[in-house]
């Protein structure tokens, strides 16, 4: 079944944003030709993401359930999806039909663990289906990895949430040495060598998922340098010139809620980026006070603020030490600021110091959408320089934004290890990745 190529691109085009979705290898998949397609299992998308990128339609067997789900059911099946029945013995005719579409020169993809992944490995025990598709029928067995879909989809979140995914396939498993074995003997080895391929280059990206998610159920870490430097500068600025004791309450209550995050608030995900964001959420908020009390005034805070928010964004799919590392460069690039906006006030200053962090962390980086964001950074600090004014004086605000991006790149930020997951999250019966 052809998508068609509007609807097929739309899709393809949401994904790439929301997923970082990127697929390497498809060169192993056979331009002409019967073959079977295997991958791991760790979401509902794995039949969208397998296919997204391919120029041949693979029919995947999928979970019945899934057919009956408003608008994903109609989703796979315009991507040539059809449903098999996973429990014991109900799968015959999914099989029977496999076998037809194989026999008929068409890619068939088959996920032989039967279910989502409970772990982001595969399951210590694999269905044959797909070995003995391709051992019946001579058809190549091409194993795909997956990698990045357990923590955007895991089996135990209702909604997907923005992850970087990737799809790769591998060279492909001829199965013809394997038909003179015995059946048992030619299946049990098809589905090692199966195994092997995939969860070699499965292993990293499992260990980072799992490394994050003990490091979001963990305590939250004690204030860090920049959360602790943007109230101090804060009150070392407003209070000799205000005075006032109200003026001091911005600061006071990010380090109470710093003190609360520590002490009392339930740690997760969503606790962790908001703990993550803070500091610049701080200095954004109560810019425009301490600009103030310097005689200074900040143009256009909500444009700002929108410019940083925007930047910001493409750090929800970074590891987490980058987009730690770009807030603290960016709080420290704000009080840079302070200082260029006290030496050579101009309207478009603040503007062009972030824009300009911004874009050289990214790049220096290699962030996500960092051939996106360096440019369109840009243009945005050109226009609003070119709009605001300032001349010459700019070039102390640009040196600010600069000043902030070398502190991170001389002084790069580093999280806490996450113990107890490197080498100890293989479920059992899982055989090595690299094979051994």
């Given amino acids: 079944m052809r998508v068609r190529p509007v609807a097929y691109a739309l899709v393809e085009a949401v994904f790439r944003v929301v997923f970082t979705y990127d697929c390497l290898g498809e060169e192993h998949v056979p331009a002409s030709g019967p073959a079977v397609v295997?991958?791991?299992?760790?979401?509902?998308?794995?039949?969208?993401?397998?296919?997204?990128?391919?120029?041949?339609?693979?029919?995947?067997m999928a979970y019945h359930a899934l057919f009956k789900v408003p608008l994903l059911g109609r989703v796979l099946g315009a991507f040539g999806a059809f449903p098999v029945d996973t429990r014991p013995g109900r799968g015959r005719e999914a099989y029977a039909r496999a076998r037809v579409l194989v026999a008929a020169g068409e890619v068939v993809g088959i996920f032989p663990e039967g279910r989502r992944s409970r772990t982001g490995w595969m399951e210590p025990s694999l269905r044959e289906g797909a070995a003995r598709l391709a051992w019946e029928t001579g058809a190549p067995l091409v194993p795909a990895t997956i990698t990045g879909a357990f923590r955007a989809w895991p089996y135990f979140r209702a909604l997907p949430t923005p992850a970087r995914v990737r799809v790769k396939f591998h060279e492909p498993i001829d199965p013809a040495p394997f038909r003179a074995q015995p059946e048992d003997q030619a299946l049990a080895g098809l589905l090692a060598e199966l195994r092997r391929r995939v969860e070699r280059s499965l292993l990293p990206g499992v260990k980072a998922d799992l490394r994050t998610m003990v490091l979001y159920q963990g305590p939250a870490p004690r204030p860090r340098a920049h959360e602790l430097l943007a109230p101090a500068a804060y009150v070392a600025l407003v209070w000799p010139r205000l005075g006032a004791l109200a003026a001091l309450a911005p600061a006071l209550a990010y380090l109470l809620y710093l003190a609360l995050d520590v002490a009392a608030i339930p740690q997760s995900r969503m606790a962790k980026r908001v703990r993550?964001?803070?500091?610049?959420?701080?200095?954004?908020?109560?810019g425009p006070l301490l600009l103030r009390a310097l005689g200074v005034s900040l143009v256009a805070p909500a444009a700002l603020a929108a410019a940083v928010a925007a930047a910001s964004m493409p750090y929800l799919y970074e590891r987490g030490q980058v987009a730690v590392g770009f807030i603290r460069g960016a709080v420290l690039a704000a009080l840079f600021e302070v200082g260029a906006s006290w030496l050579a006030p101009a309207p478009a200053g603040p503007h062009l110091a972030l824009?300009?962090?911004?874009?050289?962390?990214?790049?220096?980086?290699?962030?996500?959408?960092?051939?996106?964001?360096?440019?369109?950074l840009a243009t945005y600090a050109a226009a609003v320089s070119g709009l605001l004014g300032g001349g010459p004086a700019l070039i102390v605000h640009a040196l600010a934004g600069l000043a902030g991006w070398l502190a991170t790149r001389q002084f790069p930020y580093h999280r806490p290890f996450a113990p107890g997951v490197i080498g100890a999250t293989r479920p059992a019966g899982s055989p090595p990745a690299d094979g051994r």
Avoid at 276 to 286: I, K, W
């Fill in 38 to 60: 295997a991958a791991n299992h760790p979401s509902y998308l794995d039949p969208i993401l397998i296919s997204l990128q391919m120029r041949r339609p693979i029919r995947f």
């Fill in 276 to 286: 993550n964001a803070s500091s610049l959420a701080f200095v954004l908020g109560t």
């Fill in 355 to 376: 824009s300009v962090f911004a874009a050289a962390y990214a790049w220096d980086r290699g962030t996500v959408f960092w051939r996106y964001a360096v440019p369109a």
